[in-house]
């Protein structure tokens, strides 16, 4: 059965934080997720929002997710999408969602001039690594992501 990509709406709050936490399960950092659907409506559907989403449904339900938003490359002098995230109820995985939600990504990413598509996979996540690697995807190995949250981002910010 085919699938149906659409952009997000600020009603599907609910469905993308129940899919967030399950994708988080999945990663084994449930208690990461303090996200609520109040957040979710406000941050990803607000006013000035530069985050955007898509669902994906089969017959009507919803069976996946994507949230994305664009970079820039200096390097490239044009602008590109980093995937934040990419989730696939487990029922529907294998079926084609997940390859359709990357070639929706994809051709936006063509449509807007953008240079690139990109985003992180945790490294033991080899069934994922799999699929990307089978649409093409490279990982860049040569690139450590880093990152600066909570008390550690706030000290720093003050000096």
């Not at 994305?68 to 029922?91: A, C, K, N, R």
């Not at 990307?132 to 000096?159: C, D, H």
Request: aromatic share 12%.
């Amino acid at each position: 059965m085919p699938v149906h990509i659409r952009p997000a709406r600020v009603e599907d709050a609910s469905q993308i934080l129940t899919f967030i936490t399950e994708l988080a399960e999945y990663e084994r950092a449930r208690h990461e997720v303090i996200a609520t659907v109040t957040d979710i409506e406000r941050t990803l559907f607000g006013e000035g929002s530069s985050t955007q989403a898509l669902i994906c449904e089969r017959d009507g339900q919803a069976i996946g997710f994507a949230v994305y938003f664009f970079s820039y490359s200096t390097w490239l002098g044009t602008q590109g999408i980093y995937l934040e995230d990419l989730y696939v109820t487990p029922q529907a995985r294998g079926t084609g969602a997940g390859k359709a939600l990357l070639r929706h990504l994809a051709q936006e990413a063509c449509a807007k001039g953008c240079g690139r598509l990109e985003w992180s996979v945790l490294d033991w996540n080899e069934p994922a690594i799999q699929f990307y690697k089978s649409i093409g995807a490279q990982p860049q190995n040569e690139w450590v992501r880093y990152r600066m949250e909570g008390e550690t981002l706030r000290s720093f910010a003050q000096g």
